[in-house]
């Protein structure tokens, strides 16, 4: 088990999997204190049986559950600890910290997902412009900025970029996101020169270390302090601080400026599909969702475009 301070112990895989919904998914803190008693509730009951969460298997997923309604907890208390549950194993799962998914057929509803909102693009502006100086670090963080509200990136996916996905010539990153899928997205302006300026002279060079720690962060779009790769959590805590430093702490997760950037383009008239492309989504229902891209903006887009929507004079 871990222990973190003042916090309810669960094991490694499930520390992790709780870090991943703070960085990747932006989730509220009440919402991971919520989602920690229930995997705590969880594994104790899984160490009763006997069962290691590694191999735990669907009846002992539903036994749980079930124990919790006859001790009587609500449909929505279930409801949360069946997606804390089915989270946590689909996440060892696609990691490679599990052999299976034992909730992949599980039929019991997750809890509708709660999008936080957009900055204005005022707001978006003061954040990107909130790192604004010269040295290794400003220039580090104020090429993050530019990237994540300037191309819609994951925060993971930024901080997996390496020197060999830049394509200089062409004005296209390379973009490694789930699954595995590659895509190429557009680098804006001022996105470009943001990078120029952390990958020239007073940039990256200066935060180089005389022997690299790991092989592989030799080759790190973006590094750390120690001259390591920049972790997502890295990422996650210079946006606070550079968010606070404007006033919109209370603004910020992890994907604000993604969420704004998406956000922002469909509400100047970009097609969907090509936000969609963008954000990397299998499903244009994703793009939908995550954008929340209203009806009438839809019924907008559709009567001025179909031939046989638009409204004729009289009527």
């Known amino acids: 088990m871990t222990v973190a301070?003042?916090?309810?112990?669960?094991?490694?895989?499930?520390?992790?999997?709780?870090?991943?919904?703070?960085?990747?998914?932006?989730?509220?803190?009440?919402?991971?204190?919520?989602?920690?008693?229930?995997?705590v509730a969880y594994e104790r009951f899984l160490a009763s049986a006997g069962r290691r969460l590694e191999d735990a298997s669907r009846t002992d997923v539903e036994e749980h559950l079930a124990r919790?309604?006859?001790?009587?907890?609500?449909?929505?208390?279930?409801?949360?600890?069946?997606?804390?549950i089915r989270g946590l194993h689909r996440f060892l799962f696609e990691e490679g910290l599990a052999r299976s998914d034992p909730t992949a057929q599980l039929s019991?509803?997750?809890?509708?997902?709660?999008?936080?909102?957009?900055?204005?693009?005022?707001?978006?502006?003061a954040l990107v412009e909130a790192a604004w100086g010269d040295d290794p670090l400003s220039r580090r963080d104020r090429a993050v900025l530019e990237l994540l509200y300037g191309t819609g990136i994951r925060v993971s996916e930024l901080a997996g970029l390496s020197l060999g996905d830049l394509g200089s010539e062409t004005g296209l990153l390379r973009v490694l996101g789930k699954g595995g899928k590659e895509r190429l997205v557009?680098?804006?302006?001022?996105?470009?020169?943001?990078l120029e300026r952390w990958l020239g002279?007073?940039?990256?060079?200066?935060?180089?270390p005389a022997?690299?720690?790991?092989?592989?962060?030799?080759?790190?779009?973006?590094?750390?302090r120690r001259g390591g790769r920049l972790s997502r959590q890295g990422v996650w805590l210079m946006l606070k601080k550079r968010a606070r430093s404007v006033g919109l702490e209370?603004?910020?997760?992890?994907?604000?400026?993604?969420?704004?950037?998406?956000?922002?383009?469909?509400?100047?008239?970009?097609?969907?599909?090509?936000?969609q492309e963008l954000l990397g989504h299998v499903s244009i229902a994703t793009t939908q969702g995550y954008t929340k891209v209203g009806t009438e903006h839809l019924r907008r887009a559709y009567e001025?475009?179909?031939?046989?929507?638009?409204?004729?004079?009289?009527?």
């Not at 019991?108 to 502006?125: Q, V, W, Y």
């Not at 557009?186 to 943001?194: L, N, T």
């Not at 002279?201 to 180089?208: E, L, N, Q, Y």
Request: glycine share 8%.
């Open 108 to 125: 019991a509803p997750p809890l509708p997902r709660r999008l936080p909102k957009a900055l204005s693009e005022p707001e978006a502006t």
């Open 5 to 39: 301070a003042g916090r309810a112990p669960v094991s490694r895989g499930a520390e992790e999997y709780l870090s991943w919904l703070a960085v990747e998914q932006g989730r509220a803190r009440n919402t991971l204190t919520a989602y920690r008693r229930d995997l």
């Open 250 to 275: 209370d603004r910020v997760h992890p994907h604000v400026l993604r969420h704004s950037c998406a956000t922002h383009m469909l509400a100047r008239g970009a097609d969907i599909r090509v936000v």
């Open 201 to 208: 002279p007073g940039g990256r060079p200066d935060m180089v």
């Open 68 to 84: 919790c309604r006859s001790d009587g907890a609500g449909a929505a208390s279930v409801a949360r600890a069946t997606a804390a």
């Open 304 to 315: 001025a475009a179909h031939p046989r929507a638009q409204r004729t004079a009289g009527q």
């Open 186 to 194: 557009p680098v804006g302006r001022q996105a470009a020169a943001a």
């Open 211 to 224: 022997a690299w720690a790991r092989r592989q962060d030799a080759g790190a779009v973006f590094l750390n």
